[in-house]
């Protein structure tokens, strides 16, 4: 005889979601390993709207969206902003030249909120002189990104080449403690990254500057 099969969707649906919950897992932790060997202290957290930047304009415009961000993506994460914060304090009166800290984490649940709410923070502008914001995407360059840590710092900059940008961003960064803010990073470790985390390391002679990724 046939027989009718009747099947529980909740429970296929807590199947389908406990495999994608353990694939997750498996990828976070994966991220947590490689940002230990690359000196990054990765915090967890979600991740901002993806938002692509092909060209420099529309890098400029991305970063102002980023800048008018939706503050809903707060909710629920004040321990974490708490956390983030302590790790800045803690980062920002310490003996290493450089800190990174990482927040990293699924597309579009609140990673930049949680950035910006903790760069505006009256408490982590007293820790640091200077603050830089630049919003990635999928274009994590060398160059570029010394070029718009320069554009941040001074409006209409003279310079190109990247020793001259170099300069430049040493001449301002010239007894300031800083805070750099890369937002939007898509590459979790790019090529650049090395390069540019030297770079900075030896923009500024002052002890306890701080990036966070």
């Not at 938002?51 to 503050?71: G, K, N, P």
């Not at 009166?93 to 930049?112: D, E, H, P, Q």
């Not at 200077?130 to 994590?140: A, E, G, N, R, V």
């Not at 020793?163 to 800083?178: D, V």
Request: charged fraction near 25%; charge should be positive.
């Amino acid at each position: 005889t046939n027989k009718v099969r009747i099947y529980d969707a909740s429970l296929l649906f807590r199947f389908r979601m406990a495999k994608e919950v353990k694939s997750l897992r498996e990828s976070i932790a994966e991220i947590y390993a490689k940002a230990k060997d690359f000196g990054i202290n990765p915090s967890l957290v979600a991740a901002g709207a993806p938002l692509s930047s092909s060209s420099h304009h529309d890098a400029i415009s991305l970063q102002r969206r980023r800048e008018h961000v939706d503050y809903e993506g707060l909710i629920g994460r004040d321990q974490f902003i708490v956390q983030i914060k302590n790790e800045l304090r803690l980062a920002s009166s310490s003996n290493k030249r450089l800190t990174v800290i990482g927040i990293y984490g699924m597309g579009g649940s609140g990673k930049t909120a949680v950035s910006r709410n903790i760069f505006k923070a009256a408490e982590v502008k007293e820790y640091f002189q200077k603050q830089i914001w630049i919003c990635i995407s999928h274009d994590f360059d060398f160059q570029k990104l010394l070029k718009a840590m320069l554009e941040q710092l001074d409006k209409q900059p003279t310079v190109s080449e990247v020793e001259a940008i170099k300069n430049s961003l040493r001449e301002k960064l010239q007894g300031k403690k800083f805070f750099l803010v890369l937002d939007d990073v898509w590459d979790t470790f790019p090529a650049a990254w090395e390069p540019f985390r030297c770079c900075l390391q030896d923009m500024s002679e002052f002890k306890g500057n701080t990036i966070l990724v």
